[in-house]
């Protein structure tokens, strides 16, 4: 798999950018904003540019008290601060058409809601290790790439790409048109994992472990699977969940 990403060397902390001038030119510039943080309340026609011009990004922007902007910086931050992403997130279209190019049969990882950071991280890792050609995260509700994610992934997270989008609906909705098969991974079904024909092109969804996967992407999967499940445990850690699956996927193509 091509490395898309810049020279695999994780940072310790994530790089901030203070104040609102300064965050609406590093928007400009084109810099990878993993989020910008504004304070509750915030208003002023420097803070009203700054959403006009978020509207058309993928940047999330979190109304927080100003407590939680003064914890994170002692400086005069003016109510926002921007937290730059150590990877560059990419566009799910254009993985698609690439991953065919190539003659390869496309196997795609949607998380839908999972937000705890050393989850992503050990999903990401295993992931890489199965030769998952990108995964995909919602705009909001998902976890923050950040130094405990990419050290958790093993450095991972700098190998594969990172798709962000909006709707992950849409998204779903575009990898079927392009040939793929949906497979939700989720216990609602009486079918286990093992019955989808992952060597078709396949993306898997994996869903939150307190709420698993959301209604509008079950509805649209082609397929619902379920781990085997035989103890007192009703559920996995969804990092394992997921390596599970994707094990069975590599099974089958193998």
Same mark, same amino acid.
Do not use: W
């Given at each position: &798999?091509?490395?898309?990403?810049?020279?695999?060397?994780?940072?310790?902390?994530?790089?901030?950018?203070?104040?609102?001038?300064?965050?609406?030119?590093?928007?400009?510039?084109?810099? =990878?904003?993993?989020?910008?943080?504004?304070?509750?309340?915030?208003?002023?026609?420097?803070?009203?540019?700054?959403?006009?011009?978020?509207?058309?990004?993928?940047?999330?922007?979190?109304?927080?008290?100003?407590?939680?902007?003064?914890?994170?910086?002692?400086?005069?931050?003016?109510?926002? @601060?921007? #937290?730059?992403?150590?990877?560059?997130?990419?566009?799910?279209?254009? @993985?698609?058409?690439?991953?065919?190019?190539?003659?390869? !049969?496309?196997?795609?990882?949607?998380?839908?809601? !999972?937000? =705890?950071?050393?989850? &992503?991280?050990?999903?990401?890792?295993?992931?890489?290790?199965?030769?998952?050609?990108?995964?995909?995260?919602?705009?909001?509700?998902?976890?923050?790439?950040?130094?405990?994610? @990419?050290?958790?992934?093993? *450095?991972?997270?700098?190998? @594969?790409?990172?798709?962000?989008?909006?709707?992950?609906?849409?998204?779903?909705?575009?990898?079927?048109?392009?040939?793929?098969?949906? !497979?939700?991974?989720?216990?609602?079904?009486?079918?286990?994992?093992?019955?989808?024909?992952?060597? &078709?092109?396949?993306?898997?969804? &994996?869903?939150?472990?307190?709420? *698993?996967?959301?209604?509008?992407?079950?509805?649209?999967?082609?397929?619902?699977?379920?781990?085997?499940?035989?103890?007192?445990?009703?559920?996995?850690? #969804?990092? #394992?969940?997921?390596?599970?699956?994707?094990?069975?996927? !590599?099974?089958?193509?193998?």
């Amino acid at each position: &798999m091509d490395n898309f990403r810049r020279p695999q060397r994780a940072k310790e902390n994530n790089e901030f950018v203070f104040g609102i001038r300064a965050v609406i030119e590093a928007v400009k510039a084109g810099r =990878d904003i993993e989020t910008i943080y504004q304070q509750r309340g915030l208003g002023g026609e420097l803070f009203l540019e700054l959403k006009a011009l978020l509207k058309d990004t993928l940047i999330p922007l979190n109304s927080v008290p100003v407590e939680k902007l003064n914890r994170m910086s002692q400086k005069n931050h003016q109510g926002v @601060i921007a #937290v730059i992403s150590p990877i560059t997130y990419q566009n799910i279209e254009d @993985i698609i058409p690439a991953v065919f190019e190539k003659g390869e !049969v496309p196997l795609i990882l949607v998380l839908d809601s !999972v937000t =705890d950071v050393r989850n &992503m991280g050990a999903i990401a890792r295993t992931a890489a290790c199965v030769g998952v050609h990108a995964i995909v995260v919602p705009l909001k509700n998902a976890a923050q790439i950040n130094a405990d994610a @990419i050290k958790t992934s093993a *450095g991972a997270l700098f190998s @594969i790409p990172i798709c962000r989008h909006a709707n992950l609906h849409k998204t779903c909705l575009f990898l079927q048109e392009s040939g793929l098969q949906i !497979v939700a991974c989720t216990e609602k079904t009486n079918d286990f994992i093992y019955a989808p024909d992952y060597t &078709m092109p396949t993306a898997i969804i &994996m869903g939150s472990e307190d709420e *698993g996967i959301s209604n509008d992407l079950l509805r649209v999967a082609d397929h619902l699977a379920k781990i085997p499940m035989a103890g007192k445990i009703e559920s996995l850690n #969804v990092s #394992v969940a997921a390596g599970v699956i994707l094990y069975e996927a !590599v099974r089958q193509r193998i």
